[in-house]
T-cell receptor, first 109, second 116 residues
Framework: GIQVEQSPPDLILQEGANSTLRCNFS?????LQWFHQNPWGQLINLFY???GTKQNGRLSATTVATERYSLLYISSSQTTDSGVYFC???????????FGTGTRLQVFP | EAGVAQSPRYKIIEKRQSVAFWCNPI?????LYWYQQILGQGPKLLIQ????????DSQLPKDRFSAERLKGVDSTLKIQPAKLEDSAVYLC??????????????FGPGTRLLVL
């Protein structure tokens, strides 16, 4: 089946720093979504980005579908950015989502 | 706009007991999903509904898990009998896009299940 790998697995930053999270996938996909899971477990959709680049405030994402990877950029990190970031890819007739391994981000003041 | 609602938020049961979780999706969302998230892992899709029909249940352990979505709105996921390895967070999500595209998925707060 399709494999979704994220790197790095863990990231520790000081407030104000920038970071790049990577998602690699092993096969062609119909769509790609980035999620943030906060320390209380709530999953929030950040981007629906099957290709191209999108920006939302301090966050931006780029997906290069032909090379099977996506990047999530976080600029000027804040403590509220802490949590786990997942990418998920949709494939097949039902566009079933497969989640990646996650990147755990901790931002300290 | 109200988000995806789930209940209960927490449940503790003993193995071999049964348990049921309820989900009410965002109004108007045709597609509903149930995921299982084991500690330290990403969510895994258990079942996907399009209106009240099942689109994908390939990863649902059908010997003990069942789900229904009557009238194409809210849904119930049941485990009977529960095993220790069923301890996890059960997440419900919904999306607006009709069959043929997942669209942006919106998640509920989840139900944390502990099986003793």
């Amino acid at each position: 089946g399709i494999q979704v790998e994220q790197s790095p697995p863990d990231l520790i930053l000081q407030e104000g720093a920038n970071s790049t999270l990577r998602c690699n996938f092993s096969d062609s996909v119909n769509n790609l979504q980035w999620f943030h899971q906060n320390p209380w477990g709530q999953l929030i959709n950040l981007f629906y980005i099957p290709s191209g680049t999108k920006q939302n405030g301090r966050l931006s994402a780029t997906t290069v579908a032909t090379e099977r990877y996506s990047l999530l950029y976080i600029s000027s990190s804040q403590t509220t950015d802490s949590g786990v970031y997942f990418c998920a890819v949709g494939f097949g007739n039902t566009d079933k989502l497969i989640f990646g391994t996650g990147t755990r981000l901790q931002v300290f003041p | 706009e109200a988000g995806v609602a789930q209940s209960p938020r927490y449940k503790i049961i003993e193995k071999r007991q049964s348990v049921a979780f309820w989900c009410n999706p965002i109004s108007g969302h045709a597609t509903l999903y149930w995921y299982q998230q084991i500690l330290g892992q990403g969510p895994k899709l258990l079942i996907q509904f399009q209106n009240n029909g099942v689109v994908d249940d390939s990863q649902l352990p059908k010997d003990r898990f069942s789900a229904e979505r009557l009238k194409g709105v809210d849904s119930t996921l049941k485990i009977q009998p529960a095993k220790l390895e069923d301890s996890a967070v059960y997440l419900c999500a919904s999306s607006l896009v009709p069959f043929g595209g997942t669209g942006t998925q919106y998640f509920g707060p989840g139900t944390r299940l502990l099986v003793l």
